[in-house]
T-cell receptor, first 114, second 113 residues
Framework: AQSVTQLDSHVSVSEGTPVLLRCNYS??????LFWYVQHPNKGLQLLLK??????LVKGINGFEAEFKKSETSFHLTKPSAHMSDAAEYFC????????????FGTGTRLTVIP | EAGVVQSPRYKIIEKKQPVAFWCNPI?????LYWYLQNLGQGPELLIR????????DSQLPKDRFSAERLKGVDSTLKIQPAELGDSAVYLC???????????FGPGTRLLVL
């Protein structure tokens, strides 16, 4: 079975400081992992994805995530937070079968303090 | 290129009334998904279509929920009758075949009174 655990329901950072959103996964297979962002009243947008290529994945808007198999983690980071980064972030695992069903975490709300 | 389109964006109904949501996927995407997102939770899959065929509807509560994708493009999700617990955001997503990236619409926020 596939699942993800987002370790923090809410993270608050000051503008210009680093962002760390934590995610641990559980998968019976070699997983595909994703981070999606959801701004208020907007659709989920893909930030980045890992599909067994490079373990350090770079995404849009300066975000990146590192796949660590030994720690079953896929934490999302950004060196310097911007006000526009305030949103809900979801860590997602795919079962990589033909169905490619996605399993979402419960989300982490990022607040950026000016 | 237009993204996934959903309508309506918001819907308020009284319990026991029917309601329907519409989704138009990205052009060329043959796989379409409906998700349910409860407040404070991540989305959960309700049903997945490959073209016009519902290939995974195991999580769809079939006593009150139904869906269709008659021509393999647009899709409609219906609830009849609605219950208070159905208040949530209903998301539609689409993808191109077996490619894993799913593109999401803005969702329909349903409030059942």
């Amino acid at each position: 079975a596939q699942s993800v655990t987002q370790l923090d329901s809410h993270v608050s950072v000051s503008e210009g400081t680093p962002v760390l959103l934590r995610c641990n996964y559980s998968s019976s297979y070699s997983p595909s992992l994703f981070w999606y962002v959801q701004h208020p009243n907007k659709g989920l947008q893909l930030l980045l994805k890992y599909t067994s290529a490079a373990t350090l994945v770079k995404g849009i808007n300066g975000f990146e995530a590192e796949f660590k198999k030994s720690e079953t983690s896929f934490h999302l980071t950004k060196p310097s937070a911007h006000m526009s980064d305030a949103a809900e972030y979801f860590c997602v695992v795919s079962d990589r079968t033909g169905a490619n069903n996605l399993f979402f975490g419960t989300g982490t709300r990022l607040t950026v303090i000016p | 290129e237009a993204g996934v389109v959903q309508s309506p964006r918001y819907k308020i109904i009284e319990k026991k009334q029917p309601v329907a949501f519409w989704c138009n996927p990205i052009s060329g995407h043959n796989t379409l998904y409906w998700y349910l997102q409860n407040l404070g939770q991540g989305p959960e899959l309700l049903i997945r279509y490959e073209n016009e065929e519902a290939v995974d509807d195991s999580q769809l509560p079939k006593d009150r929920f139904s869906a269709e994708r008659l021509k393999g493009v647009d899709s409609t999700l219906k609830i009849q009758p609605a219950e208070l617990g159905d208040s949530a955001v209903y998301l539609c997503a689409s993808s191109f075949g077996n490619r894993e990236t799913q593109y999401f619409g803005p969702g329909t926020r349903l409030l059942v009174l």
